[in-house]
């Protein structure tokens, strides 16, 4: 194998059609460019973790949130009491805006001190993946964080 | 046979007779990293399809399996994240850049006239590259993937395995073309810089992977990156070797030259300028200004110029030969990856879309999408390549059978069905969160897409044993043939 085979080419000479259409698009693509200069990017969805970065929970409904609460699956009454005043080992969730109870959460709360709540109820995001969740279901699995965000802010209104 | 009467053949001692040749533990034959590539990625391409299969099957009905190994504090875990990394990773380390070094193994001695320097280098890192992959696909089963996307998954003394293996076949590829490279036919420009991208990139994951075990980075920076090298390898690399692939088989199959050698250098420019740039798409955070998002967006969607001029030039190389498609051959391959590459810019085009990135990014589209482009458009073009490549290597006579039929055809409707309906999936889950369902509501509702794209994968699969098998027999089987290597004009097409 030491003889050149080239591969013949039957002209070297540029379609004056492809000439046209490169310069078309090239004019398209800087139209668009200089359209969509400037605008706003979604925080970027990082691979493992539930959904957007969960923040407090300023913008969401109580309302909606006190609903939720009875449609979770278990329902979160189920186990915190009719109240949500606490029942057998499960702690109470009056007064969760002043921090955890548990023991098992207060490093969360201090490395996490506005989302806590938040990242504790979804469950699937690495900041909790090594603790104990003691029959908690993993709710994120069930609600969108939009909706997580809803049941942390009727929480935060229980006295 | 002759017989001196003088000697008595029963008092020949040992050194009396010839010593026996020995063979090398490397092989330096000439086309034997080509051969090497070719069945490794065959492998590969069954592998990856298996791996495709359970990866949809475990979005249907997900389960989790959990090996404690008692080592470390490691376990093995069978999950929907860990299994699409390796299929990922199985697909384009594995299938598709086997198939590429294979390509251009075949490629560069053929277009330079010059015998592959190094060849036995390149069979080394056939083997570096082969066992680092698969050492990587074990550590993604056992460590944690982080913020990464599948490509940059596997642990850096992995990555640093493919690049240092991918460093061995560039040295060797650009040390044969180097000389020639001024006078070089398209195919080993294309080739050539591909080969430079995927080195620098994998060089690129593997150090910031070794200064991320030391320093540890921050969550973000690193899936940004990781964003930008999971689109990055697709378009620099791979996308390079289907256009460098494309225009060596379909002159070749044809038995024509090339319709237009300026349409080629155009369609070069065209993706040299656009593919390094396409990445930036993925970047979308408020961290990172939008101007360079918009210049990915516009990127992506030029990338639609190089395939169209591509399909142009070679539908031109055709002329008067449009018989070849009608069967099962390299041509057929070829022309329905064209039709693919087509599709699937067209498609990131509209992906890269800030309006529509926003509804389907992140669902079931992009995994259909990854298919049309992967298992449609790569895979149809490795497929060209090998039914025409592999019969040279091994000097065998090939000819279409039921096998090579069944693969293409498998491989096309499969694909095509695939990554429709995980598309259309992809479509309807974008509705879903539009509306605020919850993810339970959301699986359900786009479980008969997954269903659909489940079977029709499953046919890929089927499609990618069917060409193993049909690489084992034409070895086996097929009547060996000398193919002719004069430059003559006359036969310069038929390499």
């Not at chain 2, 990618?464 to 690489?471: F, G, K, N």
Request: one cysteine or more; glycine letters at 10%.
């Amino acid at each position: 194998m030491s003889v050149k085979t080239p591969i013949e080419t039957r002209t070297m000479r540029l379609p004056a059609w492809a000439v046209g259409l490169t310069v078309f698009a090239l004019l398209v693509g800087g139209v668009y460019f200089a359209t969509n200069l400037a605008g706003d990017s979604p925080p970027f969805a990082i691979p493992g973790a539930s959904g957007p970065a969960p923040g407090p929970s300023g913008g969401a409904d109580p309302a909606v949130g006190e609903a939720l609460i009875a449609q979770a699956a278990p329902p979160c009454t189920s186990c915190h009491g009719p109240d949500l005043a606490g029942q057998a080992d499960f702690p109470s969730l009056h007064g969760v805006a002043e921090g955890p109870k548990s023991e098992n959460l207060q490093d969360l709360a201090a490395a996490n001190p506005d989302t806590w709540i938040h990242l504790w109820i979804d469950g699937t995001t690495p900041d909790t993946a090594d603790l104990d969740r003691g029959g908690m279901p993993m709710f994120g699995e069930q609600f969108t964080p939009e909706q997580i965000d809803s049941i942390v802010a009727y929480l935060e209104t229980l006295p | 046979m002759t017989v001196n009467p003088k000697v008595n053949p029963k008092k020949l001692r040992p050194y009396d007779t010839p010593p026996k040749r020995r063979r090398s533990l490397i092989p330096g034959a000439p086309d034997s990293a080509a051969t090497g590539f070719m069945a490794a990625a065959g492998l590969w391409f069954a592998l990856a399809a298996g791996l495709g299969v359970l990866a949809i099957a475990l979005r249907i009905g997900e389960f989790k399996i959990n090996f404690p190994l008692g080592l470390f504090e490691l376990a093995f875990q069978l999950d929907e994240r860990r299994v699409s990394a390796a299929f990922v990773n199985a697909t384009v380390y594995g299938w598709l850049t086997n198939a590429g070094f294979a390509a251009i193994a075949f490629m560069a001695p053929r277009l330079t006239g010059r015998r592959l320097v190094g060849e036995p280098g390149m069979n080394i890192g056939l083997a570096i590259w082969n066992l680092s992959l698969l050492g990587g696909l074990a550590a993604l089963y056992v460590f944690d993937l982080g913020p990464n996307q599948p490509l940059t998954a596997m642990p850096w003394l992995m990555t640093g395995g493919l690049a240092f293996a991918a460093l061995i076949v560039t040295g060797s590829i650009l040390a044969t073309i180097g000389p020639a490279l001024r006078t070089a036919y398209v195919s080993l420009w294309f080739a050539g810089i591909a080969l430079l991208g995927l080195v620098g990139i994998l060089g690129l994951i593997a150090t910031v992977g070794l200064v991320d075990w030391f320093f540890h980075f921050d969550e973000l920076p690193l899936a940004l990156f990781s964003a930008f090298v999971e689109r990055a390898i697709p378009t620099l690399w791979l996308l390079g070797m289907a256009y460098a692939t494309l225009h060596y088989v379909v002159p070749r199959a044809a038995g024509q030259p090339l319709a237009s050698g300026g349409l080629a250098i155009l369609t070069l420019l065209a993706w040299l300028a656009f593919a390094p740039l396409a990445p930036l798409a993925t970047l979308t955070d408020p961290s990172i200004p939008f101007f360079i998002v918009t210049l990915g967006s516009v990127a992506t969607m030029l990338l639609l110029l190089p395939a169209a001029l591509t399909a142009a030039n070679l539908t031109g190389t055709m002329r008067g030969r449009w018989s070849v498609l009608l069967g099962p051959g390299p041509a057929a391959a070829a022309f329905v990856a064209i039709a693919f590459l087509l599709a699937s810019s067209l498609l990131a085009g509209i992906r890269s879309l800030t309006d529509v990135a926003a509804f389907v990014g992140g669902t079931e589209w992009d995994n259909g999408f990854f298919i049309w482009t992967m298992y449609g458009a790569f895979t149809l073009a490795a497929l060209a390549l090998a039914q025409h490549a592999f019969a040279r290597t091994l000097k065998r006579a090939w000819s279409p059978t039921l096998l090579s039929a069944a693969a293409m055809w498998l491989v096309f409707i499969g694909a095509t069905v695939a990554g429709v309906a995980l598309m259309g999936g992809g479509i309807a889950e974008g509705a879903f969160r539009a509306q605020g369902a919850a993810p339970a509501d959301i699986d359900a509702g786009i479980l008969g897409y997954r269903a659909v794209g489940f079977a029709a994968f499953g046919l890929v699969a089927v499609g990618a044993l069917a060409h193993l098998a049909d690489m084992f027999l034409l070895y086996t089987s097929a009547r060996p043939v000398e193919y002719a290597v004069a430059g003559a004009p006359a036969v310069a097409a038929s390499h």
